[in-house]
């Protein structure tokens, strides 16, 4: 059993940056894959970024590739998403997610979700 809580989310202006956090609980999140997904207002649930266990593989959707950077720290058992050059369209609530699987996350069916942080990106 994995329990995530998100952290990091506030409301910006086109351009800045943010740094999201989720912090895992369980003994087990060192082992886990972790990602990021994202809701906007009226859209469904969308896949945002992935790390596998041990860092060495990262995905990311192409709306966010080379502007926003997953990465974790096992150690405190938390994943970040460093997000540069927002914009308006990056408004959304930010869910973090685990599962055991690399596949599971970047498929979109993690088994574990954290309740969310609002990013609002005004233009």
């Known amino acids: 059993q994995v329990q995530l809580v998100e952290s990091g989310g506030g409301l910006v202006q086109a351009g800045d940056s943010l740094r999201l956090s989720c912090a895992a609980s369980g003994r087990a999140f060192s082992s886990y894959a972790m990602g990021w997904f994202r809701q906007a207002p009226g859209k469904e649930r969308e896949f945002v970024a992935a790390?596998?266990?041990?860092?060495?593989?990262?995905y990311y959707a192409d709306s966010v590739k080379g502007r926003f950077t997953i990465s974790r720290d096992n150690a405190k058992n938390t994943v970040y998403l460093q997000m540069n050059s927002l914009k308006p369209e990056d408004t959304a609530v930010y869910y973090c997610?685990?599962?055991?699987?690399?596949?599971?996350?970047?498929?979109?069916?993690?088994?574990?979700w954290g309740p969310g942080t609002q990013v609002t990106v005004s233009s």
């Open positions: 997610a685990a599962d055991p699987l690399s596949t599971k996350v970047r498929g979109n069916t993690p088994a574990y």
């Open positions: 790390i596998n266990w041990n860092s060495i593989s990262t």
